[in-house]
């Protein structure tokens, strides 16, 4: 059953901890995504990568982290520099790039809360 | 500045009835447009993508509509269900570098029986 899985699904922080948001994919899929989603906003892009060992800023990268060694795998931390950490994020990707018309598949989500 | 603005923020309609959800847009240049539902809770999931020279698109009980000259689309629902109690998301992506995608806020839609 093909799709993504990310993890945990409900995640507590004490400020100044850094966390790790875990995201995977057995779609094969080569670009891959992390958004964040905040009440009545639209989803904003934090990094995304396009190719193994390469990844880009999205527009709101600013104390948040991510590496992309494997294929399959897309983990985003939140450090202790993220002023506002808590939200829902949302790991995503599609077969290529954003270019064209290609279709995210979204995971189901990791609700972060600050304590 | 690149925006999608959806109206209404919220609605609640009754089971078996029809609405329409707005959403306009100042993405340029246009590449795509699409809507998705997302369950509360849960990863938002494609409905449609819509291009530059398709007016209409429907997936089922879900018929989205572009109009690229006045950059307004529309998704209709037509004889509700409770499990259509979602927030529908539009989404615009523009034809540049990176073909970035600009998300609206979302409709939340409550269908009640």
């Known amino acids: 059953d093909g799709g993504i899985t990310q993890s945990p699904k409900y995640l507590f922080r004490k400020e100044g901890q850094n966390v790790t948001l875990s995201c995977e994919q057995n779609?094969?899929?080569?670009?891959m995504y992390w958004y964040r989603q905040d009440p009545g906003q639209g989803l904003r892009l934090i990094y995304y990568s396009q190719i193994v060992n390469d990844f880009q800023k999205g527009d709101i990268a600013e104390g948040y982290s991510v590496s992309r060694e494997k294929k399959e795998s897309f983990p985003l931390t939140v450090t202790s520099a993220q002023k506002n950490p808590t939200a829902f994020y949302l790991c995503?990707?599609?077969?290529?790039?954003?270019?064209?018309?290609?279709?995210?598949?979204f995971g189901a989500g990791s609700r972060l809360t600050v304590l | 500045k690149n925006q999608v603005e959806q109206s209404p923020q919220s609605l609640i309609i009754l089971e078996g009835k029809n609405c329409t959800l707005q959403c306009n847009y100042t993405v340029s240049p246009f590449s795509n447009l699409r809507w998705y539902k997302q369950d509360t809770g849960r990863g938002p999931v494609s409905l449609t993508i819509m291009t530059f020279s398709e007016n209409t698109k429907s997936n089922g009980r879900y018929t989205a509509t572009l109009d690229a000259d006045t950059k307004q689309s529309s998704l209709h629902i037509t004889a509700s269900q409770l499990s259509d109690s979602a927030s529908y998301i539009c989404v615009v992506s523009a034809m540049a570098a990176g073909n970035k995608l600009t998300f609206g806020g979302g409709t939340r839609v409550l269908v009640k029986p």
């Open positions: 779609l094969n899929h080569d670009a």
């Open positions: 995503a990707s599609s077969i290529e790039g954003l270019s064209g018309a290609n279709v995210l598949t």
